[in-house]
């Protein structure tokens, strides 16, 4: 079964309060998802297998540990998963990107693909799909099945702002994904937002509208 892990580091809530004011500008809430992006990463990265290696210092050979065996891989869901990714980079930089562009129909809420990107070993690799906003959970559940039908067996999935409903479709769509969630607001509004939020996270990144 997966498990959820919501954040509660000072910094992490301190960030998501800075993002959510609607004074905040382009630049700067950019920038704070890219460090919360690494915040939550860091805590993502937790269970990744280590092994001993022998190496030399300055003064002697001596054994430390180093990252076992799977590499790993950044998804972003396109569009406003591109603001996670540099964050998540700063700590993981030897990670592949790849990219799945998906859209909300604003008829029905359904996810519809547009684009898919991957690297070639995807399948061997440990996958972390990011997106800043967990709203319906249509589009992420939609991203993790089709990394799933490329053969992907280790991913997880991490955003910044989620609403209930959007964790439990995931953990009925994926129950062998787990969720690392910046914090959980209240609910969805009737246009399929979260409450309270933080407006449309891509048009805040790239200053659209």
Same mark, same amino acid.
């Given at each position: ?39 939550? /990463? ?9 092994? @001993? ?105 991490? /955003? ?17 994904? @787990? ?31």
């Amino acid at each position: 079964m997966s498990k959820v892990v919501i954040m509660d580091h000072p910094l992490i809530k301190h960030k998501i309060g800075h993002i959510r004011r609607k004074e905040t500008g382009t630049n700067e809430f950019r920038q704070i998802i890219s460090e919360i992006a690494m915040l939550i /990463c860091y805590e993502a990265t937790r269970d990744l297998e280590l092994q @001993d290696v022998e190496i030399e210092t300055p003064i002697t050979t001596t054994i430390v540990q180093e990252l076992k065996g799977r590499k790993l891989c950044v998804v972003p869901i396109l569009r406003a998963g591109l603001g996670m990714v540099d964050g998540m980079l700063s700590l993981i930089p030897a990670a592949k990107v790849g990219h799945i562009g998906l859209y909300r129909d604003p008829e029905t809420l359904k996810p519809v693909e547009y684009y898919c990107k991957l690297p070639g070993d995807v399948a061997e690799r440990e996958i972390f799909v990011v997106d800043p906003m967990l709203a319906t959970g249509g589009s992420s559940a939609a991203a993790i099945q089709m990394l799933k039908d490329k053969g992907c067996k280790h991913i997880h999935f991490l /955003c910044i702002i989620a609403a209930p409903e959007g964790i439990e479709a995931i953990k009925a769509a994926h129950p062998d994904v @787990d969720l690392y969630v910046g914090t959980v607001d209240e609910k969805l509004n009737e246009h399929g937002y979260i409450v309270p939020g933080l407006g449309d996270a891509g048009d805040r990144i790239f200053g659209t509208k």
